[in-house]
Every structure is written in C-alpha cells, then in structure tokens.
C-alpha cells in the first residue's frame, strides 16, 4: 500500500447500524435482567436472540468485499 491507500475507510452506514443492533441487543438482556430480575426469560431471549443474531450476520457481510472491488 502506497500513502493513505489503507488508512482511509468510508463510513458505512448500514454496518454502523448492524453494530448499533448488536450492542442494544447485549444491552437490552443485560438491563431487563437487572432491573425486573429475570435472568431467565424465554420472551426475552426470543427478542434478544434476533437482535443479536441480525446485527451479527449484517456486521459480518458488510465486511465482505464485493467480487472483484475493494472494501
């Protein structure tokens, strides 16, 4: 790599919210579990479950490099 070839990265909106909904997934368990003491609840893990999962698989395809072009 040549000057700032590799130091420059473009903001991506869509990964940034894949982000934001992965951390408010974690978030979101961890704070319903604190306040109303329900560690174990299967309502909140089927929310939780879904954000967490989304964010993730969003975050790792956006990471992915189209055919052919650079990140």
């Known amino acids: 790599m040549t000057g700032s ?13 894949y982000v934001l909904l992965l951390a408010s997934g974690v978030a979101l368990y961890f ?4 306040v109303y003491d329900a560690w174990l609840d299967i309502g909140l893990y089927s929310i939780v479950v879904l954000m967490v999962s989304f ?13 052919g072009g650079k990140r």
């Open 31 to 34: 704070l319903w579990a604190i």
């Open 5 to 17: 070839e590799g130091a420059t990265r473009r903001f991506n909106p869509a990964r940034a919210f």
């Open 55 to 67: 964010g993730l698989v969003g975050y790792l395809l956006y990471g992915i490099a189209p055919e």
